[in-house]
């Protein structure tokens, strides 16, 4: 009989490799923010825009994920964009116009727009 | 080209360390040639990570192990050993693998994140909150395997009574005793109540906390109920919560599809189980007692105690009820040890403490600090000072039931007792700042009429007491306020005080007294001389033309509701006071300043 920690230690180890199949193996992964908050500042507009960009532009290296709310109030909708080799950057008060500019800008010419980052 | 990476290495490359660590990077691409290992790792910058003396630091992803002080030499050993051999090179380990922080480097920002130690909201905005497997990546539920493995239940609540955390929903009774006493009680059944009705206007962390992570809650809960004997959990929630319900529902369900929750959990002896009950938004039901008997199907009143619902609870079974943000604490402090957390904080409270910063901040949001950091740290440091460089007044916190603290207060380092010493209360955390522009005896009357419409109406002090005082500061800013109305109001609100039954009816005077103790020249201008110091109160307003400003455009006497102004055009204009209702339209539709207000 294994232990709890055993088999705790098993279900680990298969939800980090789902988690690396799932979003590490894309070099660009987009997370908007998702909470009660979030979505009342617009964050499921931009999250649907960028779902509709990602199918137009037929961007196959970007993953578009989900958080809880990180805690920046008053700058919300944030979103947080991730890509290899580059350092992180947040957008502040997106929306559907803004983050059709970041992927234009930021994913696709590599320039991040520094007056929208936090 | 796509690759299926396993890894990532990312470097800290905020702009004092980018040039140095633009050269490690060089040499962590060779060497990841070198040993070949070019299709599992990939290597990231990531912004500065606000631990500049520790640096050079590199996080491993999705291990999520950060490493400090990090040279040229170390970059062979780092990759052999962790992405190799998967195992940490423990002599380079920044904070020795902690859980509680461990996102720090995610959040960025440190303008606004570099003074919080996140442990409750460690994985907020982070995880997908509606995916168990992110939780389990990141060290999720090991805390309840660690404790189903090697603990005893009397083990676990030693932990906790160890590491000093007290009630985080406001009354900061310690959690190992409340445990141990739920723990020593006689019962066939026992239940343990996640209390997550929370009422506090402008307070919103418990509903962030469970929509940004809700399995944290539920493990906790879990580990409580294995440290008191219970089979059963309830959690509590406000129904107007409606998408923290929903993703305790889907962590719910997740868990038991895993057998994290259900019958002999991990495959262990222990059995437990989590339901939901919503709550229809009472503030009194926040009171542990009338929660109960919300949940038993009563109305929402409080009970006198003892018994405590440790003994006899609910369906008078013993019953430990703690709030989400305490819950939170559990795993860390299982999986970091009672020691780390001990080391935060102050004498007697320890860890950290969510707020929600609120009110008249730049950044308003939620900030997790450890206990002991000054209300100046967080209202100018992490708040960003005042919004429109207006000048500090007063804090409240606590919510409706703590008291408003002015500028003398500011250094004081937070913690249960010093903020109860200074005339206020920690509260759940709600925190609400206020700029000169503020009338603190409106504030006061605002607070009082909202614990006074929640009043449950059980107890003679909270219901005729609060009502009372009501009437009272409400004739005062109407400007009819009596000479001895200080008086009556701080008797009636050490009577109230002294009196209630429950904390609702104890804590509500709370704003009042503190305003009057600090801010007692306000309440004076308003009863002798009829004035509002901060131009909030319309009724004590007068509003005047000025004759050689008004060019007689007519604007606002078209606009007044009342016709009270009169005036030729093209000639100055003058206000009827007699019929004058102080609504101030003319003051704000006036184009050429022409009319003040005093």
Known sequence: MSSPLDRLIHMQSEAKNKATESKLRFPVRIFVGNATCENAAGAVHVYNELVKIKEEQKLDELYIGRTGCSGRCDKEPIVQVMMDNRIPTKYFEMTPEKIRKVVEEHVINHHVITEWAL | MKKDYKYAISVCAGSKCVHLNNELIDIILKEIQRQGLEDQVKVTKSACLGYCEEGPLLVIHPDNITYARVQK??????LSEHIKNRRWVTRLLFHRDQIANSFFPQFGDVDFFGKQYRITLRNCGVIDPESIDDYLAYRGYEALAKVLTVFSPQQVIDEIKRSGLRGRGGG??????????GHDAVGDVKYMICNA????PGAFMDRSAIEGDPNTVIEGMIIGGYAVGASKGIVYIRAEYPLAIKRLQIAIAQARERNLLGNNILGSEFSFDIDLRLGAGAFVCGEETALIASIEGKRGMPKPRPPFPTEKGLFDKPTVINNVETWANIPVIILDGAEHFASMGTEKSKGTKVFALAGAVRNTGLVEVQMGTTLREIIFDIGGGIRDDKAFK???????????????????PIDYNSLMAAGSIMGSGGMIVMDETTCMVDIAKFFLDFTQNESCGKCTPCREGTKRMLEILIRITEGAGQPDDIDKLLRLGTMIQKSSLCGLGKASPNPVLSTIKHFRHEYEAHIFDKKCPTKTCKSLLTYTILEDKCIGCGLCK???PVKCISGEKKYSHSINQADCIHCGVCFSTCKFEAIIRE
């Open chain 2, 558 to 560: 078209k606009n007044c």
């Open chain 2, 73 to 78: 030499d170390d970059i062979a050993e780092i």
């Open chain 2, 172 to 181: 900061g009774f310690p959690t190992g005793v409340k445990w141990q006493s």
């Open chain 2, 394 to 412: 007063a804090v409240q916190t606590g919510g409706p039931s703590g008291g408003c603290l002015p500028s003398q207060y500011l250094d004081t």
């Open chain 2, 197 to 200: 009705d929370e009422g506090d």
